[in-house]
């Protein structure tokens, strides 16, 4: 979204309401709402946008992986952990010709602070 890369995150929010109206079955435009939400720190609206986007396409790893970072930021570990776990079975760890964006590799990261996360709530 042109928008989003300029930053101009009103912009983009819109274009992706927009679009939903027009077609709700489309996956993007709520994971482009993900993305917004996440960027300007509104981590409910990130969710329920990653969730309505796995919903429509629950083997998307780029979904998913959306999902489980805005769970870790709202430390709703369990839920980011499970997220984590699918998009980790969709991608290999690294795997440059079919992962140009180091998504395996970052949710690999993202899995190990949840990890370690987790086990810190269990020991306190």
């Known amino acids: 979204n042109a928008y989003y890369n300029r930053k101009d995150y009103e912009s983009a929010s819109n274009a992706a309401q927009a679009l939903i109206q027009i077609r709700d079955d489309l996956a993007y435009p709520y994971y482009m709402l993900g993305i917004v939400g996440y960027d300007t720190k509104e981590y409910q609206a990130s ?3 990653y969730e309505k986007a796995v ?9 998913l992986y959306g ?5 870790d930021a709202m430390e709703d570990y369990e839920t980011a952990y499970a997220a984590s776990m699918r998009c980790k079975l969709l991608m290999p ?6 992962d140009r964006y180091g998504l395996g590799y970052h949710n690999a990261r993202l899995l190990e602070r949840i ?3 987790m086990k810190t709530e269990v020991t306190e």
């Open 115 to 117: 990890e370690a996360k």
């Open 67 to 71: 999902l489980a970072y805005t769970c």
């Open 55 to 63: 919903e429509l396409y629950e083997d998307n790893a780029t979904f």
């Open 47 to 49: 969710r329920e946008a």
């Open 93 to 98: 760890t690294v795997n440059h010709e079919t």
